[in-house]
């Protein structure tokens, strides 16, 4: 296949970046970054001003930590300030950005033209506009930002999942924080309802409770340069991932003993930081004024998905039974690779619930009084004549204007069913080309298999 018909999409979390290289065929594959589905976010700026990226910049982390950015995020003046170095935030952030590009451009055989950016939902102009110039530093094209839970339902969509048009889904994507967001189906696509984030109730969070429980110190740092702190937390992240495959785990500390800790362990850490992942959930349930039964369903995604707790907390909070997408990492930015190609048949399969009884309230009330109005208009006019000649009629016109103003509500109550109806029996509008996709994507031409991310976002 030509490069040009790639669709790279790029999945920028706090803490580790996700990229996915999508065809028209339907086959896709994530790529690979240090031998991992996944890259670190966190980069290094080398003495001679060069940014080092993914484990490159963790092994030079421990050599010297306070030229290491662990989440390199836009921050309010856009500048830091690195071991005395003025550092321009863009640069930081492309870096990574250039590094996914230049993986796809190997793996696509040549610079890949369609490019989408999944952003949070509750992310605004500012931030947007400022990872739109961090994509053209990096030499990417314009890209198309995709909000994440948008880009998660669309996904689910396209998997065979069953969503009527004007029902509700909740998110919840617990990566480096939570983001929990309530949807709904429109014919033209998700809309975002409500929308709660909070940084301190995600993975990064969990990583710092773990280390509390075995060192004593979320993160510690020696008597020097603090050299010890990055050692730890790698060490912690690998555990944690490494848990989700096996009951146990040994955690290497540098100057002590190893220690081995198991998912009883991972659980009494992660329980308050996936208690206030759930609360989010109920409140973004509440913030979209809508009742818990109303819900399609609830989603669980991102790298802390894999959590068994989660379910838990999210069927006490809300009283519908979560559920854990296969490969959560991955599928915010499978989603947004997919946006835009929709299946046909998907899209006709879908029914637009005709608009309830009640709603014909609107027509009746104002057309009953439009036509009471009328009567009582012609009952009460007086008929007037001079000799005989000359006849003329006295009518209230009071009366035949507020019939016509009721008249014209009655019409507009009218259309909107009428709208409504006419949509039913129309196929769904989809925004891009209609391309056949699979629910289990195939590999495209390339040696990188197709594997999840254990790592948060």
Not at 160 to 180: K, N, T, Y
Not at 381 to 407: C, D, I, K, P, R
Request: hydrophobic share 45%.
């Amino acid at each position: 296949m030509r490069a040009g018909e790639a669709r790279l999409a790029i999945d920028c979390g706090t803490t580790s970046t996700v990229a996915v290289l999508a065809w028209p065929d339907g086959s896709w594959s994530p790529l690979s970054f240090d031998g991992a589905p996944h890259l670190s976010s966190a980069v290094y700026l080398s003495p001679d001003d060069d940014v080092w990226t993914g484990q490159r910049a963790w092994q030079a982390a421990a050599d010297q930590p306070n030229r290491f950015i662990p989440a390199p995020r836009r921050p309010t003046d856009d500048q830091l300030t690195i071991d005395g170095t003025v550092v321009d935030a863009l640069d930081l952030a492309a870096a990574t950005l250039r590094r996914v590009a230049a993986e796809a451009e190997r793996v696509a055989g040549g610079p890949v033209q369609d490019v989408r950016v999944v952003v949070p939902a509750g992310w605004g102009p500012r931030r947007r506009t400022w990872m739109r110039q961090a994509a053209h530093r990096a030499g990417l094209p314009q890209p198309r930002l995709v909000e994440a839970p948008v880009a998660v339902a669309e996904h689910l969509v396209a998997t065979g999942l069953q969503c009527r048009v004007g029902s509700f889904i909740a998110v919840c994507d617990l990566g480096a924080g939570a983001e929990a967001t309530v949807l709904r189906r429109g014919p033209a696509g998700f809309e975002v309802l409500a929308t709660l984030a909070d940084p301190a109730a995600g993975g990064t969070a969990i990583d710092q409770a773990l280390a509390a429980s075995l060192t004593g110190d979320p993160m510690p740092e020696d008597a020097g340069d603090g050299a010890l702190r990055w050692t730890v937390a790698a060490s912690v992240q690998a555990a944690k991932e490494a848990l989700a495959h096996h009951p146990a785990v040994t955690v290497p500390l540098p100057n002590r003993p190893p220690i081995i800790v198991n998912n009883t362990m991972l659980e009494q850490a992660a329980h308050p930081v996936l208690q206030r992942a759930a609360q989010l959930t109920s409140e973004a349930v509440t913030a979209a004024e809508i009742r818990s039964d109303e819900l399609a369903g609830v989603y669980c995604v991102g790298g802390g998905a894999h959590l068994p707790q989660l379910e838990k907390l999210i069927a006490d909070q809300t009283g519908v039974a979560p559920t854990v997408v296969t490969q959560p990492a991955l599928v915010a930015a499978r989603g947004a690779a997919d946006a835009g190609a929709a299946n046909p048949s998907t899209a006709s399969a879908v029914e637009v619930p005709v608009p309830p009884v009640r709603r014909a309230v609107a027509i009746a009330v104002p057309g009953f009084a439009s036509l009471a109005l009328i009567w009582q208009c012609l009952m009460t006019a007086e008929q007037h004549s001079t000799l005989n000649v000359h006849y003329w009629v006295t009518l209230n016109w009071g009366e035949l204007t507020m019939a016509a103003v009721f008249a014209l509500l009655a019409c507009l109550g009218a259309g909107t069913i009428l709208g409504s109806l006419a949509a039913a029996h129309s196929p769904t509008p989809t925004p891009g080309p209609k391309a056949e996709r699979s629910a289990s994507a195939s590999s495209p031409p390339s040696p990188s298999a197709s594997r999840s991310r254990a790592s948060t976002r």
